[in-house]
């Protein structure tokens, strides 16, 4: 399986330390997810996750046509139980990616970055559908440049 830019934005955020210690509970995986977030059950307490996801993709144009550098708008959403949980792993997760070049390991391979750059945030609160505490949210977008088509190289 090839590194995509979702496992390269996954582990981009996930290697800071201070990332892992909010998302990652003792002897789990990290709490942060694609496209969505699970459905808990009630008894399955979390205090602090985040959810990644692609908001669009374009490509250089030019006279000759696409070429192969690739733009994704990404936005992170960082969710707490108080806003300034919420807040918080925003910010840690904006330290660990804004301004970042270079590659990224996923697996036993490397996807390179030409930069990452965070866009703009806003913020939010969600109720709970199961009647119980809502979620407060940051959304953060980010612009991730890569070239497509560029080898992955193996470690």
């Not at 046509?65 to 919420?86: C, E, P, W």
């Not at 866009?119 to 969600?126: E, L």
């Not at 612009?143 to 560029?150: E, H, L, S």
Request: with cysteine; proline share 3%.
């Amino acid at each position: 399986m090839s590194a995509t830019i979702q496992g390269a934005v996954h582990e981009l955020i996930v290697v800071n330390a201070d990332v892992a210690a909010i998302l990652t509970p003792a002897g789990s995986q990290p709490l942060l997810y694609p496209n969505k977030a699970p459905h808990w059950k009630a008894d399955e307490e979390r205090d602090r996750y985040a959810v990644y996801w692609i908001v669009s993709t374009s490509r250089d144009q030019h006279l000759g046509g696409t070429n192969k550098l690739t733009m994704h708008r990404i936005q992170v959403d960082s969710f707490g139980r108080t806003y300034d949980d919420a807040h918080d792993l925003s910010e840690k997760i904006r330290l660990s990616c804004d301004g970042f070049s270079g590659s990224v390991a996923v697996g036993e391979e490397f996807f390179n970055l030409r930069y990452m750059r965070w866009d703009n945030a806003t913020d939010g609160y969600v109720d709970s559908a199961s009647g119980g505490r809502g979620w407060h949210g940051v959304n953060a977008d980010y612009n991730v440049w890569y070239r497509a088509g560029t080898p992955v190289f193996a470690r």
